[in-house]
Every structure is written in C-alpha cells, then in structure tokens.
C-alpha cells in the first residue's frame, strides 16, 4: 500500500497547529461580554450505530473505473452534530471578531451561510471552539453519511464497464444534473427542507456541507481491498445531495470548462462537537480566568 | 416636470413617429408593391419556439417563394441570470433571451408582427440585418406599447443573421437588456460544402450570447430595481466601462447545462448558430471540431474546415456543422475561458453512443508515479 500526502496536506496541519497554540491565549479578553452574547448552539446526538459506507474517491479495478468500495462502518460512541448548518448571522460575527473571511454569500441571520470555502470552515470552527470553550469541528465524509441516514445519496452507478468510458461520464452527470434545474439554488432560511430521522435539519437541500475528508485516487484488487491510493488533502468532500470533491479555497462551485461536471450548488458549514476531554475543559477554564 | 418613464417614451415615440413619415414618404417602392403578384404567393404561419430549439423546417425548399408569417410579442420582465438569484430588468421578444430563431429559405417572403402589449413601458422595433432598407425594417416597426404592427422583407441572401431592437437613441440598452434573435436563410437547395456537395443536420441548436451589464451597490453586491426606468441610468455606466458583469448562452448562467444540456448521439450531425448582438466572441466545443463552419454565417461562402474555435463578429451570427464521433460530455464555450467559466458562457452537450477506441484510449488509468 502506498500512501503520499502532498505539501499541502503538511501545510494544513502546520496551519491547524498554529490555530490551536493560539486557543491557550484568550484572544478577545477584553470582549467576554460578546463572547457571553453567543447563543447556544443546537446540537443533535446522533446514536451509536452501524451502516454500510461507500468509500469517497475515484476508484479503478483492473485499469477500468468502477464504484467504490463499501465498508461497515461503526460509531461505537456516537456524536454530537449541529442541527442546523451555521447561520450567516453566526458566521458574522466570526467575522467581526476578525477570526474569518466575509462570506461570498449574501444570506443574513438564520439563513445557512454560503459562499464559503473549507480554509473558511476550518476558521469557523477553530474560532467557535475559542469561544466557546468547547471542541468543534468539521465532519469526516463517514460522519456526515451516517448522520445523513436516509437522505444520504449512495453516488455509486451499478454500471458495467463495456469499454465504454462516456456511459459512467453520462450517468454521473445526468444524476448530478437530476432536478438541478428546478431547484431554487437561492439559500433557504433554516429547516426549510425539513429534518431526517436523526432529528438533523436540511440536509441534501441545497448547500453542500465541508467535510475533513480528502480526496483519494485508488486502485483496487479483484477483491475490492485496495491495491494503492493517492491522497490529495488540497482537496476535500463536500456533502449534500450528491459528493462534491473540492478545493479547499473554492468558496463557490463552478461547472463547466474542462470539468464538465455540476458543481454543488452552495457551499455550507456543519460541525461536530467533540465530548470534552478534562483537560480542554480546565485549560478553558484557566485561559478564561486569565483574560 | 417629466417622470424618467415620460421622458423615454417622449424622445422615442416623437422622434419614432417623425422617422416613419419620413421613410413612407421616402420610399415609393413600398407604394408600389406588385400586391398582385405577391398576394398569390402561398403563405405559411409558423409558431415560433424558444431557443436553443428551432421551429421545425424544411432544410431544402419545397416548391416556390411563399410568405413566411411570424409574430413577436414584446415582454419587458424582470429575469435572474444567475445561480444566485441576480435579476435584470429585461427586455424580451417573446419572453426568451435570446429571442427565437426563425428559419425561412432564401427568395421567401418574411412577415413579422410585432405587438407591444400596452403593459410594457417602452416603445420597440426590430433592425432585421438579413433585410434590406428602412434601417433593416426598424424604422416600418416603431411601435408603442398598445400598438402592433407588421413588415414584409424579401429574404435575398442566404445565411444567419441577427435582428434586435433598434429605438432611437436607446439601441445598446435594448439589445443588451435582451432584445436580440436570429434569422436563418437557407439556400433554397439547402447547404453545400467547399466543393458543392450537400450538407445536411440532424439536429440545429441556436446559442444566443448575450452579455449583460449589471450595477453594483456599495458593498459590491448586484443591484436589483423595480422598472426599467428606474435601471437605466446606472446600466448606460456600467455598459460605457465595456465590461460585462455576465457573458451567457441562452439568457442564464448555466441555461444549457444539467437537465438542459443540448443532446445528441454520436454520428450525429449538428448545425449550432451562434449569434452575439453585440460583442465578438469565439465558440469552441471542448473536445471536439467544427466539420464546416460559415464564420461569418454567409452560406453563399464556402464553409471553412476543421475549425477548432470559430470567430462570430459582435452584431452577427454564425454557423457550424459538426458530426460527433465519440460519446461523453462535452462543453460548448466562448474560448475566453475567463467568460466561460467566470462570467457565464458554458453549455453541455451530452452525447450517447459507441466509444472509439481508435480515436482515443486512456493507455494507463491515473497512478502513483513509477520509480526509475
């Protein structure tokens, strides 16, 4: 098995360190009373579980594309999830205490923010968790497929290979393009598209939600293990109605061009709260204290 | 004091009225039209359909000249053309941007309607560039909203061009806002390649460009406004910088792509015109070639061959034959890929059909890169 992570992925640890090491020094300590404004941030639990998974990427089997792999897959603990992607009135205020970039999107207040791009999730998160103490971030594709439950769209293509490639090219884009042009891509207030049965909130409308996932180029054995993978951390899935693969600095998908796929139709946030360890919780606590 | 809305309809519609007097006055031919003779012709009604479609027709003339009746109806509508919800106050012939394709042969008669519903708040014409005289028919068509009327034009060159609106002094806000279609004028022994030979499609797509001019609020964002009225002093800004804000097929970012993706089969042969009012551009199909290609849309000039990209001046229409040959998806773009990618000018073509391995084959799929 040979795995290789470009530069960029080094970078983004690199980047994700230096978020981290800042989180020990209360930033905004002279602003705690906005820090208190924030309002509590609805959570569902998603309940420990198991469920087959299609594995993300682009896989290929005796030199010939084919869907990928699945695999059971167990959440033993469960997780705590947003119930409603971040607001475009949250991120604001990210914004205004200078820890992210201004949305491309132009929604306001309970509206989903859009227009955003995995580098501007990842700020997201890392500035909620400072001010909230707490451990927040972004979805693995495994997370965000379990808690999707049925509104999760299995991207595979049941296509034999006939030496044809154009038939996966054409299916893939006619199941993309499949009511893209009867959908209002304009940004909907939350819940517009209602809960699933984990109690999760518009999933699969029509903002596509950042995962921490990369994307992987693999090779298959005749048994569907995998032979060898690239990995490449530049880009990431984004989730929704169907898997999108991305670059971490696209804040707005775009088709066309050489790819002549269909772009998500928004780019959204969702995070995942991590049960706090004893020790984040004091070292909050102290920083706090501090400030 | 006059309101924007008086002032526009004031200017237009006096200087409309004197203009029509004069061209009547000025053009005794249209006094001595041989009614007889024409009135003999046969006529056809054709009910015009919304692009990137073509009413059906007839590629190699069947029997003699005859009148070709067709009708536009002005809608000034508010339109988004784009993804995230931008409208403009639009002008339109039909409702559609661009406005429908209508096919007659070369030595017909065609005879346009124009009506102007009394809703609408400007007065409209259209400057037909396949006729000859009164301003390409504009100056015999002024017509005021709650006025309709007709022109007859003979169709005496063979190939695709442009018609638009025309009013005084507010011609590029018209045509920009929307107001632009195509007339194709087929040989009446249909089309024939360098050599003479015939050439025949299974298929035609119109792909109007348009290029849209919106204005910004302080914050950046696209401005929307109630009228067209109340649009016209910050558009005419943003058109005299000569940057478009949007460069579209079919009157929308993403118009014919996804469901609305053009289609067709491999073998396949398909006529695409291509028209753009007002600026040039340089239709490319990724993937693919233009088998014979009228540049300049003049079917009395010999195709050119094996195009790759083909050159469609501002204010005309082109032509190109295209037969496909593998399957897959492909994208129709203007090759300045920063207007089809940034500003809009992308369409698909998703075309079915047998793989051919001997035009091309992926020789080894992607994988690490072998160690020497």
Not at chain 2, 79 to 87: A, H, N, Q, S
Not at chain 2, 117 to 125: I, Q, S, Y
Not at chain 2, 252 to 279: C, I, P, W, Y
Request: aromatic content about 8%; hydrophobic content about 40%; glycine content about 10%.
């Amino acid at each position: 098995m040979k795995a290789r992570v470009p530069a960029s992925i080094a970078f983004v640890a690199a980047a994700l360190a230096a978020a981290t090491s800042t989180l020990s020094i209360v930033q905004h300590s002279g602003r705690a009373p906005v820090a208190a404004r924030l309002a509590p941030v609805e959570t569902v639990t998603v309940v420990p579980g198991t469920f087959s998974f299609r594995l993300p990427g682009e896989y290929l089997q005796a030199g010939r594309p084919v869907d990928a792999p699945t695999r059971i897959v167990s959440f033993q603990a469960g997780f705590e999830v947003m119930k409603y992607q971040v607001g475009a009135g949250d991120y604001a205020r990210c914004v205004t205490d200078g820890a992210c970039e201004a949305a491309n999107g132009n929604a306001t207040g309970d509206t989903p923010v859009t227009g955003v791009s995995y580098r501007d999730a990842e700020a997201y998160a890392a500035w909620l968790s400072r001010r909230t103490g707490e451990s927040w971030r972004l979805p693995t594709d495994e997370e965000w497929s379990f808690a999707a439950a049925e509104r999760l769209h299995d991207d595979a293509l049941g296509l034999a290979d006939d030496g044809n490639p154009a038939i996966r090219w054409l299916a893939r884009y006619r199941s993309e393009a499949a009511g893209k042009a009867e959908r209002d891509p304009q940004p909907k207030p939350r819940g517009h598209f209602g809960a699933n049965s984990k109690g999760v909130f518009d999933i699969g409308g029509n903002v596509w939600e950042w995962t921490s996932t990369c994307y992987v180029n693999a090779a298959l054995r005749a048994d569907a293990t995998v032979e060898q993978s690239v990995e490449n951390c530049g880009v990431r899935v984004a989730d929704g109605r169907h898997r999108g693969y991305m670059s971490t600095f696209i804040r707005d998908g775009k088709s066309g061009g050489c790819a002549a796929g269909l772009a998500p139709d928004n780019l959204g946030i969702r995070l995942v709260r991590d049960s706090p360890s004893s020790v984040a919780v004091l070292k909050w606590l102290r920083a706090k204290r501090a400030g | 004091m006059l309101t924007r809305r008086e002032a526009l309809l004031g200017t237009a519609a006096g200087a409309a009225t004197a203009a029509l007097f004069a061209a009547m006055a000025a053009t005794p031919v249209l006094a001595e039209v041989r009614a007889g003779d024409i009135s003999t012709l046969p006529r056809e009604k054709v009910t015009l359909v919304a692009p990137p479609f073509v009413h059906e027709h007839q590629q190699v003339a069947i029997g003699g000249p005859k009148i070709v009746e067709f009708q536009l109806t002005v809608k000034e509508q508010t339109m988004v053309i784009d993804d995230d919800g931008t409208t403009m106050q639009a002008m339109t012939y039909n409702g559609s941007i661009p406005a429908p394709m209508m096919v007659v042969h070369e030595g017909d008669y065609l005879e346009l309607t124009l009506v102007n519903p009394e809703t609408n708040e400007m007065p409209h014409n259209v400057d037909f560039h396949a006729a000859t005289g009164a301003l390409g028919g504009a100056k015999l068509l002024d017509v005021n909203p709650g006025e309709q009327a007709t022109i007859r034009f003979k169709a005496t060159r063979a190939g695709t061009f442009v018609y638009h609106c025309a009013p005084a002094g507010m011609i590029p806000w018209h045509v920009v806002s929307g107001m632009s279609g195509t007339v194709m004028v087929l040989p009446r022994d249909g089309l024939k390649d360098e050599a003479g030979k015939p050439l025949k499609y299974d298929r035609i797509y119109y792909v109007g460009e348009n290029e849209f001019y919106i204005p910004r609020d302080e914050n950046g964002k696209f401005k929307k406004f109630d009228s067209l009225g109340d649009s016209y002093d910050e558009t005419l800004k943003v058109m005299r910088g000569l940057i478009p804000t949007h460069v579209v097929f079919n009157g929308k970012v993403g118009a014919l792509t996804g469901d609305n993706a053009m289609k067709a089969s491999v073998g396949e042969t398909v006529l695409f015109v291509h028209s753009q009012a007002n600026r040039d551009t340089r239709p490319h199909i990724i993937g693919g070639h233009g088998d014979h290609v009228w540049e300049q849309g003049k079917f009395a000039n010999p195709p050119a061959k094996d195009l790759e990209t083909w050159f469609v001046r501002g204010g005309s229409a082109g032509a190109a034959l295209y037969t496909f040959l593998q399957p897959g998806i492909y994208a129709y773009v203007n090759h300045n890929l920063i207007e089809a990618a940034e500003l809009g000018a992308t369409a698909h073509i998703m075309v079915e059909g047998k793989w051919n391995d001997d035009l091309m084959a992926q020789v080894r799929a992607p994988a690490p890169i072998a160690s020497y």
